[in-house]
Nanobody
């Protein structure tokens, strides 16, 4: 059974930092791009970041560039999202997701970014609230 389990959300003041973790089980880590989406109340789900460990590519939405950093730990099958200088507009439920990548791939995340319609597995989400 494939599971993606997020953790690390919480309440933080503007300017603060949080690190989200996604624990992945049941799939071959190198066969999937792992990405983070977020959804605020009344808004559509948006892609935040993506990492593909096989080719080392990453992607960041413009709204988070320079503040968020995505990383992966192949040995632990975990993906992290370090979020610094948080803003109230970052308040949302954050979801970890996995998309299976075709072969061959070159800089998959950089080329395609997070594509919600192509996601095969979703986590249950973790809430991030940033107070002003």
């Amino acid at each position: 059974e494939v599971q993606l389990v997020e953790s690390g959300g919480g309440l933080v003041q503007a300017g603060g930092a949080l690190r989200l973790s996604c624990t992945i089980t049941g799939l071959v880590f190198d066969d999937y791009a792992i990405m983070w989406f977020r959804q605020a109340p009344g808004k559509e789900r948006e892609g935040v970041s993506c990492v593909y460990s096989r080719d080392g590519s990453t992607y960041y939405a413009d709204a988070v560039k320079g503040r968020f950093t995505i990383s992966s730990d192949h040995a632990k099958n975990m993906v992290y999202l370090q979020m610094n200088n948080l803003k109230p507009e970052d308040t949302a439920a954050y979801y970890c997701a996995a998309e299976k990548t075709p072969r061959p791939t070159v800089k998959f995340c950089a080329l395609y970014g997070p594509r919600p319609g192509e996601v095969e597995y979703w986590g249950q989400g973790t809430q991030v609230t940033v107070s002003s």
